[in-house]
């Protein structure tokens, strides 16, 4: 008899919730999307992926909820709404959660499980997720996938021994590679963390600063060396805190910008579209971590402090 797969819910189908969810619902598991300003359309017209990797996919009949309360408790919990929700996503994740649920942040920036651990209940698995995919939502329950797409995994916190951790993110990375997303362990997950960061640092507050997508960023000679001096800045950074990267991944990173089709971060479009930008957890958080270990990033604060005054006027 083959066994059961876990009953996964979504909260906030964005690009991200709305993407990786389609793809775990078409693997066959019972995935569970709570929405708020997305419900009434997702509930008439399903949800809606628009992908130049996979091509176009269509869930019908999606599983859809106005409050946890109306929700079945749920194995897994992905989590895609933005940082700046965060305050408000404890008690509907702490409602949503079967016993001892996996919850993933499938967040940009640092600090982020942090935030969530201190509100959440103890016997809840905490785990990070890093995704690497360019996609947005051009309308609601409609998301555009333009390349890419893994996620890899690594635990946080939680009630779980050493061995228990790597076989709840095993049993993460499975899920998702059954879904045919591309997926593995992050061992460290500050390291990834702060890798991950090498890039968001630069292309999410330029593209909204000098409203560019990677293609145009890249093909001028002074953005692009924005890009790198920043990218470097992290690197040091990270290296400060304790967890050194590689020596080639400014390079390697420039180079895969380079393949990649024109995108326009997740910040560009929260700013466009009169969205809070994460300005706490992509770069308020690095930027105090820097300095706590007493390194200056002198080009990421200027770019900061550029970002909070537009969304200060923006208020």
């Known amino acids: 008899m083959t066994a059961p797969k876990s009953r996964i819910g979504i909260i906030g189908a964005g690009a991200i919730g709305g993407f990786y969810g389609v793809m775990l619902a078409r693997a066959g598991y019972d995935v569970h999307f709570l929405l708020r300003s997305e419900y009434e359309t997702v509930l008439q017209n399903g949800l809606q992926i628009n992908s130049a990797v996979h091509g176009s996919m269509q869930l019908d009949s999606v599983q859809a909820y106005r409050t ?11 989590i895609g709404a933005k940082s700046t929700s965060n305050s408000d996503l404890a008690p509907l994740i702490a409602e949503a959660a079967a016993e001892n649920a996996k919850v993933v942040v499938l967040q940009n920036g640092l600090g982020v ?6 509100v959440l209940p103890d016997n809840i698995h905490l785990l990070g997720g890093l995704c690497f995919i ?14 890419l797409g893994g996620v890899n995994l690594g635990y946080h916190s939680g009630p779980a021994s050493a061995a228990e951790q790597q076989s709840l993110v095993e049993e993460g990375v499975s899920m998702f590679r059954a879904a045919g997303v ?9 390291q990834a963390r702060w890798q991950k960061l090498v890039w968001n640092l630069p292309y999410n507050g330029l593209s909204v600063l000098l409203d560019a997508g990677t293609e145009p960023l890249m093909k001028d000679p002074n953005s692009r060396a924005l890009v790198r001096s920043i990218m470097l800045e992290a690197c040091g950074a990270a290296a400060a805190c304790g967890e050194p990267l590689p020596d080639a991944l400014v390079d390697r990173m420039l180079m895969a910008t380079d393949h990649m089709p024109n995108y326009l971060p997740s910040m560009y479009h929260d700013h466009v579209n009169g969205r809070p930008m994460e300005l706490d957890a992509i770069y308020a958080a690095p930027l105090a971590a820097a300095a ?11 770019l900061y402090q550029a970002l909070r005054f537009l969304s200060a006027r923006a208020l």
């Open 182 to 190: 591309d997926s593995n362990a992050a061992t460290n997950l500050a």
């Open 113 to 118: 499980e942090e935030t969530l651990r201190q």
């Open 134 to 147: 360019c996609a947005h939502r051009s309308a609601l329950g409609v998301v555009e996938h333009q390349a």
């Open 292 to 302: 706590g270990v007493g390194f200056a990033m002198p080009k990421t604060e200027a």
């Open 68 to 78: 946890p309360a109306q929700m079945p408790k749920c194995d897994w919990l992905l």
